[in-house]
């Protein structure tokens, strides 16, 4: 049986604050046609797909941030886009933040399938930021204040043909996001993301921001033999330059595909999942080669346990 999936990274341009869920949605049902007429069956959206970056603002009260959130999926505003890509037989990735009906905020990520049914759900792990204002950056990074921590792990569904796997931005830097899905077979790693061109928490020249982006999705690609799609929100945000740079990767760590603009742009990929195995039977062949007697401190620690000083060594 062929397992061959026609991936589109289908990145956006800037989501201006006051921009509306329909106009968001219909610039996405937009590449979704496009994937549709170059064969595409799953697409791949950004993370916050359905609204600007709104951690980067400040408000003392969370609850004024709720019109951000989605307290259900799809919602009036969001069914045409389920709608679009089930007419074109089309599976998707969509990000967007989630409001419970018991008042949990989540950034999410969700799986659907190619007739429009949500088969996975993803709740971003590795939150980055701060969770007070910050009076020393040109704008704020406050994910820590209106999310929490996701509460479902790093799950994988069987979508497509293959084992599929979600992750949300920041997690992509993250060795231990790749590993915990690839120990449960993912052959594609799937995420979204937004980032600003620069680090506002110290100084970084701007141009190591694209170098990991790339460098963390390519390196993770490779060492979990997996293919890796990376969507950005992109372009200038409301005076926040997001970098592009959405990519899809195969398992040797490879670009095979990548934007050339920071605006609303498909790329797409016929992608063989087969290739995923070579890797994952050979040097990477995880029950032939890991060591677990020797990690146990990756689950048993968060910080570093530095070793005895010299001198405490010597006694
Ligand atoms: N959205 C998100 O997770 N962005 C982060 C920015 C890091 S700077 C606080 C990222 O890892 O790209």
Redesign the pocket.
């Known amino acids: 049986m062929s397992r061959i999936v026609t991936i589109g990274a289908a990145q956006l341009g800037p989501i201006a604050p006051d921009e509306s869920r329909a106009s968001a949605v219909n610039r996405m049902i937009e590449l979704l046609k496009q994937a549709g007429d170059r064969g595409c069956n799953f697409v791949v959206f950004p ?2 797909a359905l609204t600007t ?1 709104f ?1 980067r603002y400040y408000e003392e009260d969370i609850s004024r941030m709720d019109h951000h959130f989605e307290r259900e999926m799809p919602g009036p505003e969001t069914r045409p886009l389920f709608e679009a890509a089930a007419e074109r037989g089309i599976g998707f990735y969509l990000g967007y933040a989630e409001l419970t009906p018991d008042g949990h905020r989540y ?1 999410t990520a969700i799986l659907v399938d190619e007739t429009g049914k949500i088969t996975g759900k993803y709740r ?1 792990v ?5 969770s007070e204002y910050d009076p020393k950056r040109p704008w704020q ?1 406050l ?1 820590k204040r209106y999310f929490e921590p996701g509460d479902l792990g790093f799950g994988v569904w069987r979508q497509h043909g293959g084992i599929i796997g979600m992750a ?6 993250w060795p231990e996001t790749y590993r915990v899905m690839s120990l449960k077979g993912a052959e594609l790693i799937v995420l979204g ?4 061109d620069v ?3 110290a100084f970084e020249p701007n141009h190591l ?1 694209m170098f990991h ?1 790339h460098l963390t999705m390519q390196a993770n690609a490779y060492m979990n033999s997996a293919f890796v799609v990376g969507v950005a929100k992109a372009g200038m945000e409301d005076g926040c330059m997001l ?1 592009g740079g959405s990519c899809i990767i195969q398992p040797s760590g490879e670009i095979v595909s990548q934007v050339s603009s920071v605006d609303d742009e498909l790329i797409t990929y016929s992608a063989d999942l087969d290739l995923a195995r070579m890797g994952k039977e050979t040097v990477f062949n995880f029950a032939k080669h890991r060591r677990i007697e020797h990690y146990g401190n990756i689950t048993a620690q968060t910080g570093v346990e530095l070793p005895p000083e010299l001198s405490e060594a010597a006694e």
Not at 126 to 130: A, Y
Not at 168 to 173: A, L, S, V, Y
């Open positions: 993370e916050l970056f951690p950034n971003k590795h939150l980055p930021g701060h990074h994910e949300i931005c920041n997690d992509r830097r993301y937004n980032t600003p680090n506002t928490s921001r982006n970098i």
